[in-house]
């Protein structure tokens, strides 16, 4: 591929995404008094106070709100709610595969009742159902595997409002009135690595955690009352990934002083747009997503017409553009971009031109 066409940085993974080189960087510079350190000294409890007191000013909450982290990342986080969120009954709004798996933990899990799903096919956004006996209603901000974004709204005074944002938190915009539970892994617009989780927590999350602590049994490693009282003192309940958690502190401060969440909710929409654009004016492309309104900033899905997409895949991965297949259980013929606030625009554009360039010798 000629070299013009090759982005400076070649990572469009949609997590774990693009770690900026000068996180990296600082990290190599802490490292002698940070990495192999105990997880219980000041160094790493400075860096967890760092991260709390961050992402509280990055998203603006609310007196009374708290942030929680633990270990094991958003899978394990779902776990955790079916113990402390879930009282007996959730509402999950489904359209992918991540929205699913939390809703299968919940209809395996036997001390809670079936869940009511408000379901929609993949590429699609699922219409309001009113939450009815639930006392959790399951959102998605961004479903990664389709690269459709749901707006993050209260229905009404009652349930809690659970939002997996995974790939939207740090990327895209919220109201934190509008959710109880705003929880996510740090790999994906936090540019770090996996097997953390985060939870911005409301005032009766923090409530209804309390309440289940002390009414259900639950496995220590699972137990949020028992990882807030943790993430309180700066720590976690077991050892963490250090150099997980100084990335991500180095992010949350870095989008700081950009401008916070606006400025990298506008980074990522410019990047999607460059690609939403390039899809709809060539021929043999289109995006997955039909209404754009719907269409992620975070996660572009784009569907290709009589050219393989495995290929093209393949074929920019030899030439160092990486992990640019669609979701492995969607199907399709689709190649899929994360698009963070980590991605340059102008690698984006650089991006497109390597697309035609693949796409035209095919
Ligand atoms: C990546 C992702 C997950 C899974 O995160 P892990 O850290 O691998 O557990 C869950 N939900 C969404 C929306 C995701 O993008």
């Excluded at 389709?146 to 919220?174: H, N």
Aim: net charge negative; hydrophobic share 45%.
């Amino acid at each position: 591929m000629p070299p013009e066409l090759v982005p400076a940085d070649g990572r469009f993974g949609s997590g774990p995404s693009l770690i900026r080189p000068g996180a990296v960087a600082a990290l190599a510079a802490a490292a002698p008094g940070y990495l192999g350190t105990s997880h219980r000294g000041e160094g790493a409890r400075g860096v967890v106070r760092r991260i709390r007191t961050g992402l509280a000013s990055l998203y603006g909450l609310p007196d009374g709100y708290e942030v929680a982290l633990g270990n094991g990342g958003t899978s394990v986080f779902w776990d955790a709610a079916t113990f402390g969120l879930i009282e007996e009954k959730s509402l999950h709004y489904v359209c992918g595969a991540f929205s699913q798996r939390f809703a299968d933990l919940v209809a395996a899990a036997p001390h809670l009742a079936e869940p009511a799903i408000a379901g929609a096919p993949p590429g699609s956004r699922p219409g309001f159902v009113p939450p009815g006996d639930a006392d959790a209603v399951a959102l998605i901000h961004n479903e990664t595997s389709t690269g459709v974004w749901i707006p993050v709204a209260r229905p009404e005074k009652g349930p809690l409002v659970l939002v997996d944002a995974t790939s939207a938190a740090g990327a895209m915009e919220v109201d934190p009135t509008a959710f109880d539970a705003y929880y996510f892994s740090p790999q994906k617009a936090f540019g770090s690595e996996g097997g953390l989780w985060l939870a911005l927590l409301s005032p009766a999350a923090v409530e209804r955690i309390g309440r289940m602590a002390a009414r259900r049994w639950t496995p220590a490693s699972l137990d949020l009352a028992v990882a807030l009282e943790e993430s309180r003192r700066g720590q976690t309940l077991n050892t963490p990934a250090l150099a997980t958690l100084f990335l991500l502190a180095d992010q949350i401060e870095w989008l700081l002083a950009h401008g916070g969440l606006l400025w990298a909710a506008e980074r990522c929409r410019t990047s999607s747009a460059i690609l939403y654009e390039w899809a709809e004016r060539t021929p043999r492309a289109a995006p997955f997503v039909a209404d754009p309104g719907h269409r992620s900033p975070t996660v572009v899905t784009i569907d290709l017409v009589g050219v393989d997409a495995p290929t093209v895949s393949a074929v920019l991965g030899a030439n160092g553009i990486l992990d640019t297949g669609g979701y492995r259980t969607m199907g399709g013929n689709t190649l899929r971009f994360g698009v963070f606030p980590n991605v340059d625009p102008a690698d984006v554009e650089r991006l497109t031109g390597a697309l035609d360039y693949v796409i035209d010798r095919l």
